[in-house]
């Protein structure tokens, strides 16, 4: 990371560092961040699950063992309308933990996560608080909850589609930010990789009249003279400029 930020023998200074990593590559991102940009800092991986009573143990229960296994750190968690889903959703997850050759990394992180159970109107108001980085929906609801819900990096709707399916190939990518941080971003895309530079352009007329006085009125507002003066020798009425020879 360190090479491609400052540039090293054969390797030229970068602009982006982009792309997921584990701890120590984060924790490098972070410093290099002044330097180049950098897409996000990602922190361990998360899913939550929103269900109703309709919902699937079987295949919520492999979900979380799927997202479980990444990482002890991992944080997967059940969000039901149904305390009895939930129960059955537990057994399922010991049964299915029998035998899965990642058991001890899954065990640990299912000891972060947690289940919730609540009304409809908590269960979301839940999800839009956790602005989980994978947020997967089950049950008989999902369409109503699809459109209710905002903060997530990357959205599953039906039991059919698993977050896995989002990890490889399916289209949605798989660098997505964690720790609440879907509040306010998003995942790895091209606009990444894209500047989006401002421009402005004006005539003499009054739409730089209105401008360049108010511009005037705030930069004094400030004690910024010069800006003042700046925007109101626009208006004044100037010749061409002499010859310089």
Same mark, same amino acid.
């Given at each position: 990371?360190?090479?491609?930020?400052?540039?090293?023998?054969? $390797? +030229?200074?970068?602009? $982006?560092?982009?792309?997921?990593?584990?701890?120590? *590559?984060?924790?490098a991102k972070?410093? $290099?961040?002044? $330097?180049?940009?950098?897409?996000?800092?990602?922190?361990?991986?998360?899913?939550?699950?929103?269900?109703?009573?309709?919902?699937?143990?079987?295949?919520?229960?492999?979900?979380?063992?799927?997202?479980?296994?990444?990482? +002890?750190?991992?944080? +997967?968690?059940?969000?039901?309308?149904?305390?009895?889903?939930?129960?059955?959703?537990?057994?399922?997850?010991?049964?299915?933990?029998?035998?899965?050759?990642?058991?001890?990394?899954?065990?640990?992180?299912?000891?972060?996560? =947690?289940?919730?159970?609540?009304?409809?109107?908590?269960?979301?108001?839940?999800?839009?608080?956790?602005?989980?980085?994978?947020?997967?929906?089950?049950?008989?609801?999902?369409?109503?909850?699809?459109?209710?819900?905002?903060?997530?990096?990357?959205?599953?709707?039906?039991?059919?589609?698993?977050? *896995?399916?989002?990890?490889?190939?399916?289209?949605?990518?798989?660098?997505?930010?964690?720790?609440?941080?879907?509040? =306010?971003?998003?995942?790895l895309s091209?606009?990444?990789?894209?500047?989006? +530079?401002?421009?402005?352009?004006?005539?003499?007329?009054?739409?730089?009249?209105?401008?360049?006085?108010?511009?005037?009125?705030?930069?004094?507002?400030?004690?910024?003279?010069?800006?003042?003066?700046?925007?109101?020798?626009?208006?004044?009425?100037?010749?061409?400029?002499?010859?310089?020879?």
């Amino acid at each position: 990371v360190a090479a491609m930020a400052y540039g090293v023998g054969p $390797v +030229p200074r970068c602009d $982006v560092v982009a792309g997921p990593g584990g701890e120590w *590559v984060t924790a490098a991102k972070l410093l $290099v961040s002044g $330097v180049v940009g950098i897409d996000l800092l990602a922190g361990p991986s998360e899913l939550a699950v929103l269900t109703d009573e309709a919902g699937d143990p079987v295949l919520i229960a492999a979900d979380l063992l799927a997202q479980a296994e990444h990482d +002890p750190a991992a944080l +997967p968690v059940l969000i039901s309308t149904s305390a009895e889903l939930v129960d059955h959703v537990e057994g399922e997850l010991t049964r299915q933990l029998s035998g899965l050759p990642t058991a001890r990394i899954a065990r640990a992180a299912l000891q972060n996560g =947690f289940a919730v159970v609540a009304t409809e109107e908590e269960a979301l108001r839940c999800c839009e608080e956790l602005a989980p980085e994978h947020l997967q929906l089950h049950g008989s609801r999902v369409r109503g909850w699809e459109a209710s819900l905002d903060r997530f990096g990357a959205i599953f709707v039906n039991e059919s589609v698993t977050e *896995v399916l989002g990890d490889y190939g399916a289209g949605p990518n798989h660098t997505l930010p964690t720790g609440g941080t879907a509040r =306010f971003t998003a995942g790895l895309s091209v606009l990444s990789f894209l500047r989006r +530079p401002t421009w402005l352009n004006l005539d003499r007329g009054p739409e730089l009249e209105v401008l360049s006085r108010d511009a005037a009125r705030l930069a004094r507002m400030e004690g910024l003279e010069a800006h003042a003066r700046a925007a109101e020798i626009r208006l004044e009425s100037r010749g061409p400029l002499p010859d310089p020879s």
